[in-house]
């Protein structure tokens, strides 16, 4: 029975396709203009039709979730796609990959991880996730391991799995789970507060601030629809409820998540589940990224899935792409429109310009885990491990 409603539920989420289109021109003033027919994220269900001009755009930003190196093929599919973003690395700002880099969290597979990463030649802002905590094994073995090797990457000491950094001078914030529950995370007071401190100073004047996590919100992006019959995956619900009130305080903010599998999902999810993986929730705007490594399980599920994240002055466009085969999956394409103009600090001219990141604090002091609330929900433990 479990089984005949999972297939029934994956053919629906398969079937959450909507045709979108894709133009490109030129304007009488000589710009290149984009026509997009969007999935419009606003609320409701309906399409956007619109020009964008590409001497408007303020940032882009590709993103790739979930590699899981280590799982049967993962490697060579995720080698592809570093390849084909660093072949365009002269017109993007910046890759952003919000965890599970690895399947199990062992030594081989993190330094197979970053061989495969160092093939793209600006620094990929990183953030761990369960699987790179070894899931459903010991996070006390996992969890130096990871962290060692994401120093090394990003120059960085410390032994907090949380950092921030940027991008042309926009704020990204890197939250880490401090639990130890393999399907859901919680992160301490002094993270929180070292979130609420950082989305402050970033947020001024209207900037973008990008929060990276592996975790969705709770009840965010179909999170409880994403694994049939024992749903969800998240951040627990109090953490999330944190997390977006201290977010919702401003304009401009944007979540990106992985963990899901979610694969890319549109106009029929949004009608029948109300779940989509780009959505706003008190004004942040929440993006969940597919698995690049595996396989997803809704909607466009293949592998080497991501997206292209393109800040405009007005609005944000995110596009589907399948990054190992180069195809732009135009089926796929959001369109977020923006409340308040954008303003980029620290605009340079040129491509990739993120800065070395700044370690979570001072002090190198063991981490302090003290989860935001003891008893939370208390069914996560039962959710299967993404
Ligand atoms: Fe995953």
């Not at 479990?2 to 133009?23: D, E, G, P």
């Not at 930003?61 to 590699?67: A, E, F, H, P, Y």
């Not at 589940?273 to 466009?300: D, F, Q, R, W």
């Not at 429109?337 to 070395?356: M, N, W, Y």
């Amino acid at each position: 029975m479990k089984k005949i409603l999972c297939a029934i539920l994956v053919l629906i989420m398969t079937l959450s396709v909507f045709v979108c289109c894709l133009s490109i021109g030129t304007s009488a003033d000589g710009n290149i203009t984009k026509s997009f027919s969007a999935m419009l994220i606003d609320g409701g269900t309906g399409m956007s039709q619109i020009d964008v001009d590409e001497s408007q755009k303020l940032l882009t930003v590709d993103i790739i979730s979930d590699t899981h190196i280590g799982a049967s093929g993962a490697s060579g599919v995720v080698r592809s796609c570093i390849q084909r973003i660093e072949s365009e690395r002269g017109s993007i700002d910046a890759l952003i990959i919000p965890g599970d880099l690895t399947n199990g969290g062992d030594e081989p597979e993190f330094a197979e991880f970053y061989n495969i990463l160092n093939t793209y030649s600006g620094s990929a802002i990183v953030a761990n996730g369960n699987h790179d905590y070894g899931s459903f094994s010991s996070t006390d073995i996992h969890r130096p391991i990871a962290l060692k090797y994401r120093n090394q990457y990003k120059g960085i000491s410390s032994d907090k799995n949380y950092y921030s950094t940027d991008i042309k001078g926009c704020k990204v914030i890197v939250l880490g789970d401090e639990g130890n529950k393999p399907n859901s995370g919680t992160i301490s007071r002094e993270q929180l507060d070292y979130l609420r401190s950082e989305v402050a100073e970033g947020a001024k004047d209207g900037a973008p601030v990008f929060v990276i996590a592996h975790w969705p919100l709770r009840n965010t992006n179909g999170e409880r629809f994403s694994w049939p019959i024992i749903p969800g995956g998240a951040f627990s619900k109090n953490t999330s409820d944190e997390i977006l009130s201290i977010l919702s305080a401003y304009p401009n903010v944007f979540y990106i998540s992985g963990h899901l599998h979610a694969g890319l999902n549109g106009r029929l999810t949004r009608t029948i589940l109300n779940a989509c993986c780009v959505e706003k929730h008190n004004g942040v705007t929440c993006i969940n990224a597919p698995s690049c490594g595996k396989s997803n399980h809704m909607g466009y599920f293949g592998k080497g899935t991501g997206m292209r994240m393109s800040v405009y002055k007005d609005r944000v466009i995110i596009e589907g792409r399948n990054y190992e085969s180069g195809e732009w999956l135009t089926r796929y394409v959001y369109d977020v429109p923006l409340s308040v103009e954008p303003v980029i600090p620290g605009e340079l001219p040129g491509p990739a310009t993120e800065t070395d990141p700044v370690p979570a604090t001072s002090s190198d002091a063991d981490v302090s885990v003290s989860p935001v609330t003891p008893t939370d929900t208390g069914y996560e433990d039962l959710r299967p491990a993404a």
